[in-house]
């Protein structure tokens, strides 16, 4: 079968991904590469890659980024969008021993993931890109929660949101060089929320958006306003009973449809994929379950 230029383009990625993490061990002794099942790996990926019909190209808004899963042993494992709502056999199989969490990140607007920043337990925050680790800053050990929906003011690089312990939302602006602007402040009171994520827009005006799943399981969608320095509306209802999931994670355009998507995991391991409408009244579709075995991993993004 012909495979698709969006799997062809990440899986190239993917690959590169892989080395750099090995040479990264051999250097830094950041990362310990470990061989993995040779049925599990990019090879096996490529071959069984193809067209997906109506595919649409990735962007900015509903980007193309893998799901990442990590062991408590550090082992970290990567898994391709098949394009059709579904992911194909991990890779990986690398140590991250010192690694508390990642964000994935799209640096140039490119729609594909292509590095991303790890916060290590140690409170460091480094920017692992193109098979160089790079040290940012220190001090992110304040911090409970990291991640990265897109670029929220419209500036050529990604944004990073950190909520601190005191339930404060704070900005900072990545560079091109990966270095990240003084932080500000967005919002306080984010510490009633047990999950906070996003990846690209939801609500089908090109913003990137988050939802964010109070204490009592309630989900409430974010829209993003294009202001950096008043990035989110009012909050808007999206659902409840979310308080069955242990994880939610956006990782983006998982099947292919041009929305953003949301995926949440249960505490059996069970991987339920939400398919995004871009309409704000009504983000995602019914869920559908793509994946079993997802509580092996302390964390995903």
Same mark, same amino acid.
């Given at each position: 079968m012909t495979r698709s230029p969006r799997r062809t383009r990440a899986l190239s990625r993917l690959v590169t991904s892989a080395i750099a993490v090995a040479l990264v061990g051999a250097t830094a !002794?950041?990362?310990l590469a470990e061989d993995a099942p040779a049925t599990t790996g990019p090879a096996r990926n490529?071959?069984?890659?193809? &067209?997906?019909?109506?595919?649409?190209?990735?962007?900015?808004?509903? /980007?193309f980024f893998f799901l990442t899963g990590i062991q408590s042993s550090g082992r970290m494992y990567v898994y391709m969008p098949d394009g059709k709502g579904g992911f194909d056999d991990r890779s990986g199989g690398y140590v991250w021993p010192h690694l508390r969490y990642e964000v994935a990140i799209d640096p140039d607007l490119t729609g594909y993931q292509d590095g991303a920043y790890q916060v290590m337990d140690d409170g460091t925050l480094n920017l692992w890109r193109k098979g160089l680790l790079k040290k940012v800053s220190t001090g992110w050990g304040r911090y409970d929660r990291v991640f990265s929906p897109g670029t929220l003011g419209?500036?050529?690089? /990604?944004?990073?949101?950190?909520?601190?312990?005191?339930g404060v939302l704070w900005r900072c602006q990545t560079k091109?060089?990966?270095?990240?602007?003084?932080?500000?402040? &967005?919002?306080? +009171?984010w510490n009633q929320f047990t999950r906070i994520t996003g990846q690209g827009d939801l609500s089908g005006d090109r913003k990137p958006d988050v939802v964010a799943r109070d204490k009592q399981g309630v989900l409430?969608?974010?829209?993003?306003? +294009?202001?950096?320095?008043?990035?989110?509306?009012?909050?808007?209802?999206? !659902?409840?009973?979310?308080?069955?999931f242990n994880k939610l994670v956006a990782t983006g355009d998982v099947d292919g449809d041009g929305h953003s998507?949301?995926?949440?995991?249960?505490?059996?391991?069970?991987?339920?994929?939400?398919?995004?409408t +871009?309409?704000?009244?009504?983000?995602f579709k019914s869920r559908t379950k793509v994946g079993t075995g997802f509580n092996q991993y302390r964390d995903l993004f």
């Amino acid at each position: 079968m012909t495979r698709s230029p969006r799997r062809t383009r990440a899986l190239s990625r993917l690959v590169t991904s892989a080395i750099a993490v090995a040479l990264v061990g051999a250097t830094a !002794g950041t990362a310990l590469a470990e061989d993995a099942p040779a049925t599990t790996g990019p090879a096996r990926n490529a071959a069984r890659s193809a &067209v997906t019909a109506g595919q649409h190209k990735p962007t900015p808004a509903a /980007p193309f980024f893998f799901l990442t899963g990590i062991q408590s042993s550090g082992r970290m494992y990567v898994y391709m969008p098949d394009g059709k709502g579904g992911f194909d056999d991990r890779s990986g199989g690398y140590v991250w021993p010192h690694l508390r969490y990642e964000v994935a990140i799209d640096p140039d607007l490119t729609g594909y993931q292509d590095g991303a920043y790890q916060v290590m337990d140690d409170g460091t925050l480094n920017l692992w890109r193109k098979g160089l680790l790079k040290k940012v800053s220190t001090g992110w050990g304040r911090y409970d929660r990291v991640f990265s929906p897109g670029t929220l003011g419209g500036a050529k690089h /990604p944004d990073l949101l950190a909520r601190d312990k005191q339930g404060v939302l704070w900005r900072c602006q990545t560079k091109a060089d990966g270095s990240l602007a003084p932080r500000v402040e &967005v919002g306080t +009171g984010w510490n009633q929320f047990t999950r906070i994520t996003g990846q690209g827009d939801l609500s089908g005006d090109r913003k990137p958006d988050v939802v964010a799943r109070d204490k009592q399981g309630v989900l409430w969608l974010y829209k993003g306003t +294009g202001d950096p320095r008043k990035p989110f509306a009012s909050r808007v209802k999206v !659902g409840s009973g979310w308080n069955q999931f242990n994880k939610l994670v956006a990782t983006g355009d998982v099947d292919g449809d041009g929305h953003s998507d949301l995926l949440a995991r249960d505490p059996k391991g069970n991987l339920w994929l939400y398919r995004g409408t +871009g309409k704000a009244t009504a983000p995602f579709k019914s869920r559908t379950k793509v994946g079993t075995g997802f509580n092996q991993y302390r964390d995903l993004f």
